[in-house]
């Protein structure tokens, strides 16, 4: 097969190829001998309209040139044919006829054909509505390989953001029953935010509570994410005493300074609770307060230290409050993905109009938080979130 030489252009790109359908042999000789100088470009020649299906779906012909006239079978019924094959339907269709009736050309048109010659045509002009028509259809492949490259693409990539938003699920800690029964609920956004949280106990008597929400979707914010949430896991951050959430923030802070970690910064809220005493320590970064719900009590007491999120500034101090938790004590810590989202007339939900959603204790099952997101999803019509809903409820026994 001669590929095309010389500079490129769109009906270089790709090998032309022309068949003609048409039962007089000497058109057929007469036609190749018009393209037999072209080496840009391969002709193929059918005799008998009866092949000419099976012909093309081999060939792959760029145009076809289809004859009027055929014993039979009429050569619209055939272009007829083409145009609802699905290899065929696109491929340019050149009715050739001895007639100049206009009539003849309108149905032509009707049929499907996309151009009409009456043979035996000029070879200049032959060849410039064979180019013509070719690179119509060529561009047409091209824009079509790249749609599917890019659809393959998205494939790709909605596979790996899943496979992301797994792992990063399965980081996350198991619910707990005991002096402090803990439950989540967690979502990851379509396209992977950087939401993670977690819990545990440092000693028989001291718990500690976290949720970060690092700026910005995708692989490199989950990235950050799961960097983050091993640090505090591992405790892997120096001599920093993890009861203390100012210095946990501070260290944070240093070691997470967005210039180092292509500038992505995140919000948290740190907590720590002892058992003994009932006092909750805690501090946050740019990040939504904590809502305490006091036994009985309808409001929430909102537990937030001002200050920038965690790696927006070197040496950023922060500052850190207590407060007491009676028993049977409710604390939700969550992302702003859990309000953050539009009501139906385009007016945006705010953190005043959530908490009352969390006002009365919620059913204790498995799916008791479940029925918070179900309520915001309702609220915005969509079960897709545009951020990660992360929600974290502690109840003190």
């Not at 206009?102 to 043979?119: I, M, Q, W």
Request: hydrophobic content about 40%; overall charge negative.
């Amino acid at each position: 097969m001669t590929e095309l030489t010389g500079p490129e252009t769109p009906e270089t790109r790709h090998l032309v190829r022309v068949l003609l359908v048409d039962d007089q042999r000497m058109v057929g000789e007469a036609v190749r001998r018009m393209l037999a100088d072209e080496d840009w470009l391969e002709y193929s020649y059918c005799q008998k309209p009866e092949e000419a299906i099976a012909l093309a779906e081999t060939f792959k012909p760029t145009v076809i040139l289809q004859d009027l006239v055929m014993p039979g079978i009429d050569g619209l019924s055939l272009v007829e044919q083409y145009k609802q094959h699905e290899q065929l339907k696109h491929v340019p269709a050149i009715v050739l006829s001895s007639q100049e009736d206009p009539v003849v050309k309108a149905e032509s048109f009707t049929r499907g054909a996309n151009d009409y010659l009456v043979k035996l045509p000029d070879r200049i002009e032959l060849l410039a509505r064979i180019k013509h028509h070719s690179e119509g259809y060529i561009h047409l492949l091209e824009r079509n390989a790249a749609f599917e490259a890019l659809a393959e693409n998205q494939r790709i990539l909605a596979g790996e953001l899943a496979e992301a938003a797994d792992y990063v699920r399965s980081l996350l800690p198991a619910p707990t029953e005991g002096a402090v029964n803990i439950r989540w609920d967690f979502e990851s956004c379509s396209s992977v935010g950087g939401d993670s949280f977690g819990y545990r106990w440092l000693d028989e008597d001291n718990l500690i509570i976290y949720l970060l929400d690092v700026c910005g979707h995708g692989v490199g914010a989950a990235l950050l994410s799961v960097s983050v949430m091993n640090a505090l896991a591992n405790e892997s951050l120096g001599s920093v005493d993890f009861k203390q959430p100012n210095a946990v923030l501070a260290c944070l802070n240093d070691v997470f300074e967005m210039e180092r970690h292509n500038n992505m910064y995140f919000t948290m809220w740190y907590g720590v609770y002892n058992r003994q005493s009932g006092e909750l320590r805690y501090a946050s970064a740019g990040h939504p307060p904590a809502l305490l719900y006091r036994a009985g009590q309808p409001e929430p007491e909102c537990l937030v230290t001002p200050a920038m999120p965690v790696g927006t500034m070197p040496g950023l101090p922060f500052k850190e409050k207590t407060t007491h938790i009676g028993l049977n004590d409710r604390l939700y810590v969550y992302s702003d993905g859990v309000y953050e989202v539009q009501y139906q007339d385009g007016r945006e939900m705010t953190l005043e109009d959530f908490m009352p959603l969390l006002s009365a204790p919620l059913n204790t099952g498995p799916n008791g938080l479940r029925e918070i997101r179900d309520t915001v999803a309702a609220i915005q019509q969509s079960d897709i979130f545009e951020d990660d809903f992360s929600l974290v409820e502690l109840t003190f026994q």
